[in-house]
T-cell receptor, first 112, second 115 residues
Framework: GESVGLHLPTLSVQEGDNSIINCAYS??????FIWYKQESGKGPQFIID?????DKRQGQRVTVLLNKTVKHLSLQIAATQPGDSAVYFC???????????FGGGTRLMVKP | DTGVSQNPRHKITKRGQNVTFRCDPI?????LYWYRQTLGQGPEFLTY????????KSRLLSDRFSAERPKGSFSTLEIQRTEQGDSAMYLC?????????????FGSGTRLTVV
């Protein structure tokens, strides 16, 4: 069925290195994608978004890449910091309801 | 306070009891969403409102679940006859209406434990 999934459940990186978190989606009708960061005991926090008519979008230390050909989404975090340690979710929307469909999450662990 | 507020933060209840959670969205956001999140999983959509109208409720997990937003401002989610499988984090999100105005803002959630 239609779903949003993640390739790696856990990613461990050294402080200062770049991190790449991947996500696959299966519905070509998805028109908007969002990356969220969730710390323990908190709700998801918006990081960056991208529309389906774009391939790349940059924010502060973060970049999202969208490859519609292979239905793949990635989140790149530059110079990863201990404060980046969290679970990261990709989510997609489609249709008039704009409800979000989330993947299962990737835990990012930053080693000092 | 400019964020989404959810109360209570934690709720422990005995199996079979009814529970009600409240969500206060960002004041100018007319869309309000409820999600459920179990440990290690992404949030799962339950229902949403545009103003006071509940536009989608087919994803509510059973007829024990109901939600209201009577005046188009705060919303409540009620679970009747709770079961242990209802233990989860219940998240509320809000956003303004608009074709590309997708600024979903989530609250910190209500953690429900059914014993």
């Amino acid at each position: 069925g239609e779903s949003v999934g993640l390739h790696l459940p856990t990613l461990s990186v050294q402080e200062g290195d770049n991190s790449i978190i991947n996500c696959a989606y299966s519905n070509s009708a998805s028109d908007y994608f969002i990356w969220y960061k969730q710390e323990s005991g908190k709700g998801p926090q918006f990081i960056i978004d991208i529309r389906s008519n774009m391939d790349k979008r940059q924010g502060q230390r973060v970049t999202v890449l969208l490859n519609k050909t292979v239905k793949h989404l990635s989140l790149q975090i530059a110079a990863t910091q201990p404060g980046d340690s969290a679970v990261y979710f990709c989510a997609e929307t489609r249709g008039a309801g704009n409800m979000l469909t989330f993947g299962g999450g990737t835990r990012l662990m930053v080693k000092p | 306070d400019t964020g989404v507020s959810q109360n209570p933060r934690h709720k422990i209840t005995k199996r079979g009891q009814n529970v009600t959670f409240r969500c206060d969205p960002i004041s100018e956001h007319n869309r309000l969403y409820w999600y459920r999140q179990t440990l290690g999983q992404g949030p799962e959509f339950l229902t949403y409102f545009q103003n006071e109208a509940q536009l989608e409720k087919s994803r509510l997990l059973s007829d024990r679940f109901s939600a209201e937003r009577p005046k188009g401002s705060f919303s409540t989610l009620e679970i009747q006859r709770t079961e242990q499988g209802d233990s989860a984090m219940y998240l509320c999100a809000s956003r303004p209406t608009g074709a590309w105005s997708y600024g979903y803002t989530f609250g910190s959630g209500t953690r429900l434990t059914v014993v």
